[in-house]
């Protein structure tokens, strides 16, 4: 599906707000993400895939930053030229059960899909929640609400998001997490000890996106494989078997 | 201009509408393709290979990027052959394209359990047997690099099944026409080329090969040429019909194949980027017959071999 | 940081002031590059394929681009060993960089012949026997695809020269590590891989092969997961330093050949698109060095074998 | 050498104009070219060679016509991004004899040299030449000077451009041409006949365009190879063979 670019402007250090016309064909829920060609034509090969942070009526938004050759050329594109998007694909975050307490726990480049989630959950849902994000340093914020952390303390809390939130936790919360896998390491320890439940967006490496390579699988605890691109990339954390990531 | 062109190809008793097959591994089981294309425009499609009980595959990472093409080691991950059998082909009830399974082991006995299972599965229409793995009885080295072992494989499956014989080789040999041949005396009704190239990726960050099972098979556009010049050398040395397989893109690249000395092709990492590109390939190679005012697309295959 | 890193290697009783090679047949007589880069910056260059009369080469067309590769089927178009010596080797007086000779031949007296000739040009710091040729004597078969032609051609070479020998292999075989291990046993002080994957291209216009050679080398990053893995492999069977070569295109690709195994890089197709590429690997292999606070560059060559 | 754009801009039909600034570091005769690197990875892999279609003190500039995936790519470039050019290579139409009847001969996009080197014959050497340019179809011209031949008739002269040319020749007259290799191939049997010289730009498939990976050769009469990029683009025809193009 081609669409066309509305916006591609830098947000934060190495980081970019991509808007894309939304043809108003489909629908898409939080921690759902598309598969977007970076040029049109075979190189690089591979879709990237990138989470949704902000839906709409007249736009799709993607955060991204720039860490490879895919993310470097994205950011070279202008308004009006067009991207080829499959998608949206995945599970999501699913229902929410309202009566627990919410917590949106992001790091880096993963607090983008808990943008349009939390959007979600206070427009369509009306739920209150807690949001806590973590960066490493203040020129790579690019949230304007919940609560910051920063690695070298530039901005809000000094340290890291998960030791921030889990003075918070307790056995009624709901975590709703992305990130670095590190950062979800810790925090499937933090939220396992604090016997609270996490729902969290895995990434990994991709080639198709719709369930058919058998590239991207997470190890369950069942010693079972999962595809992150259809199961996921969303998980109950408790699925998951961490050693292995 | 509509039905000017005869896109029909026939191997052995099977006919398939159009030359366009789906590669293994590449498009699952088939189902899940139906979201995004029509299937009953392929010629057929060759499932993910298949092993008698169901295989976990390797650990992750399993593939990788590299450029113009990827690296895989899935490790052969599948439902095993009773459930595709029992949960996978119901839901191709409905369409109207060859299904070809393929099938691996690593002991002859395993091929032949293969056959067996699949003789009375009227939706099958053949079996794509893949060569490229090790066989346990010698040691681990591939089945598909020894002669003898191609063609004693070969021959065991076809006692044991009434359906046509694909054998699908690998290039990493010498000499492709050579198993090829070997193939052949078997008794096969076809062979499939070219299976991944073998390959590593090394994360220079962690200073490790990046898959998990350190090296992987390369597919994709990178590989092209090395497929069309192997089904060239294949066309030279033997009968049975050759399905030309590797880095098919586009459908000039699929033309290359066809005119190397392929009758059918097969489409693999390009469904990942495309999952419509099967139709798109089709509808070039019609064009170009037209344009070319060719009747029937059987006219070109191997006309590369007449210059 | 300056002098920091140690990037010297040491080959037999040469010593290379960093790993980085040109490729044989990319950068001509190595002369042709001396407006475009430094040539003092570099380890050492190989020098296109010389063999014992001068070589005109195939008909065009030789080259035709692929997805990130190109075929090439040059004919080993070069001058011969009489006129590089007398016209060729002069320009490179000032230069201080060692240059390797690429010799072949298609009977094993052509390369001792080549061996004999350069055994007292003192300019020349080593000979590499290019063994993706035809051996004549034996109906036109690849040297190369032959332990004992490569055991008994490294082992001939050998007796006619004091100065090392390098043997380049071809990656078309089912087994490259014993193909290192036959030239090991012949003597070779080193080997070098990968040389290009045949491959085809054909023109779908005119319905026959692009190159008027037909069949052409795959070159270019396309190929390069397929030369680490190589290099890999024959890093763990045999004890001669390896030379590491095939679609270096950065200084990443190029550690990721020293972390396989390779004590030395050739850098080939890369020098068409960026004349001054060697250079910049040198900067980033020493980047990456100093960035992972590693002394020596010796320290990192195979090292993703530990994993 | 990276050089920003200056301008690219469709001037016929599939064909486009690149002016790009001239950083005036080099000298580059007509009949030259340059070597183009289409993006600033490594896809398309190899360069492409162009000729120079002007070149004067503000820029270098280059006529190209679509026709694979390189120039398409080409074609989107905007004003403002970089190109990495190679050059200027090859040895160019060379030193002109003023007193023979000069005659420029292009064909389609193989005019594009010749309005170059038509400049320098005018404004350095002032010598008088005439000039021919041959298109399939009106809407393919793209240059303003001269006389044009189209093969459909819609412009100027009905038919061949050797045709057009070919009563004009004689054995004072030395050509200048460039064009597709069939036009060239029968204007070689043209000035053959009229005992006329000629100077030909050719064409070749090229990996390095700096001489050293021999890919670009075309046969002589004395059954060597010669180089393309360096002992050519321009040719004596007398020494090509021409049979075996
Ligand atoms: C479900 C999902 C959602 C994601 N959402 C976002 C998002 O909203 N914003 C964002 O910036 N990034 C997101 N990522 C990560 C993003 O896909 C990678 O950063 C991107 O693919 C890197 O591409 P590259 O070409 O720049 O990097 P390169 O390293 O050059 O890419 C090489 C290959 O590795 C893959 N790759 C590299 N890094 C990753 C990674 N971290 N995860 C998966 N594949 C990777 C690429 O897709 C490509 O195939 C998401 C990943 C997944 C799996
Ligand atoms: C000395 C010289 C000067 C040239 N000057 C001009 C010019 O001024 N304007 C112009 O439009 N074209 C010119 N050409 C031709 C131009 O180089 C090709 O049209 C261009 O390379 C096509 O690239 P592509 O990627 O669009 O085509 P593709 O067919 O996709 O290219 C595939 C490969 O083939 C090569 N190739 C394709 N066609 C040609 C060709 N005709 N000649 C040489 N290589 C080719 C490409 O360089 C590339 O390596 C010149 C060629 C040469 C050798
Ligand atoms: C992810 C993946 C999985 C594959 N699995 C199989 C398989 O199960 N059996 C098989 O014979 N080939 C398998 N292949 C090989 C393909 O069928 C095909 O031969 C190869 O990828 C080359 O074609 P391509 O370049 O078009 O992908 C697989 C390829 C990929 C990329
Ligand atoms: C145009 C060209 C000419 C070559 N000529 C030779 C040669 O004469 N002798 C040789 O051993 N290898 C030759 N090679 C192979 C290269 O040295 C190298 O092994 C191969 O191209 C893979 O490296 P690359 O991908 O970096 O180019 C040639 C390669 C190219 C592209
Ligand atoms: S990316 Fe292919 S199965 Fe998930
Ligand atoms: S293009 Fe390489 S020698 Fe001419």
């Known amino acids: 599906m081609k669409l066309e670019i509305f916006e591609n402007k830098r947000v934060a250090k190495d980081t970019f707000s991509l808007k894309i016309d939304n043809p108003a064909l489909f629908d898409a829920s939080p921690g759902q993400f598309f598969m977007v060609k970076i040029n049109d034509f075979d190189y690089p090969l591979l879709r990237r895939p990138f989470s949704i942070a902000d839906f709409n009526d007249r736009h799709i938004e993607i955060i991204y930053k720039v860490v490879g050759e895919g993310t470097k050329i994205l950011a070279s594109k202008q308004k009006g030229e067009f991207l080829d998007l499959l998608g949206p694909l995945g599970n999501g975050f699913g229902d929410i059960e309202k009566n627990r307490r919410i917590f949106l726990v992001g790091g880096g480049i993963g607090a983008a899909p808990l943008i349009y989630l939390s959007n979600v959950l206070e427009n369509m849902y009306g739920v209150n929640y807690k949001a806590y994000f973590g960066f490493n340093t203040k020129d790579e914020v690019y949230v304007d609400f919940g609560k910051t952390a920063t690695m070298d303390g530039s901005l809000g809390y000094a340290g890291n998001v998960v030791d921030m939130v889990e003075p918070e936790l307790d056995e009624n919360s709901l975590v709703l997490a992305c990130g670095p896998t590190l950062m979800l390491k810790r925090l499937a320890y933090v939220c396992y000890q604090k016997k609270c439940d996490m729902k969290v967006s895995l990434e990994s490496r991709m080639a198709c996106g719709i369930g058919v390579c058998l590239g991207c699988v997470v190890e369950t605890i069942d010693k079972d494989f999962k595809r992150v691109c259809v199961e996921g990339p969303v998980f109950d954390y408790r699925e998951i078997e961490w050693q292995t990531l | ?307």
């Open chain 2, 1 to 307: 201009m509509a039905n000017s062109v005869n896109l029909t190809v026939k191997l052995g008793s099977l006919i398939f509408k159009n030359p366009v097959l789906t590669a293994s591994g590449t498009f699952g089981y088939a189902a899940e393709y139906k979201k995004y294309m029509d299937l009953n425009a392929l010629g057929g499609f060759v499932v993910k290979g298949l092993s008698v009980k169901p295989k976990k595959g390797n650990k992750p990472p399993r593939i990788v990027e590299t450029p113009c093409g990827m690296l895989n080691a899935i490790g052969l991950q599948n439902v095993g052959i009773d459930r595709f059998i029992k949960e996978k082909l119901p839901l191709l009830e409905d369409v109207d394209a060859h299904i070809i399974a393929n099938i691996y082991g690593t002991k002859a006995d395993e091929f032949v359990e293969l056959a067996d299972k699949l003789e009375h599965i009227g939706r099958v229409s053949a079996l794509e047997v893949n060569v490229s793995c090790p066989n346990v009885s010698k040691g681990g080295a591939l089945f598909g690099k020894n002669p003898n072992d191609v063609f004693s494989l070969t021959s065991s499956v076809k006692k044991h099944t009434s359906k046509p014989v694909i054998v699908k080789l690998t290039p990493n040999v010498d000499d492709v026409a050579a198993i090829a041949t070997a193939a052949c005396d078997g008794g096969a009704d076809a062979v499939s080329l070219i299976n991944t190239i073998t390959g590593m990726v090394i994360d220079t960050k962690t200073k490790k090969p990046f898959l998990a099972n350190r090296t992987g098979g390369l597919s994709g556009p990178a590989i092209y040429p090395v497929g069309v010049r192997m089904v060239y050398e294949v066309y030279e040395k033997i009968k049975v019909p050759i399905i030309g397989v590797g880095g098919i893109y586009n459908s000039d690249i699929a033309l290359q194949y066809l005119m190397a000395g392929a009758a059918l092709i097969e489409i693999g990492t390009a469904n990942f980027t495309n999952p419509n590109i099967t139709v798109e390939i089709i509808k070039g190679i019609k064009e170009f017959l037209e344009g070319e005012n060719i009747k029937s697309v059987g006219d070109i295959v191997g006309i590369a071999h007449n210059a």
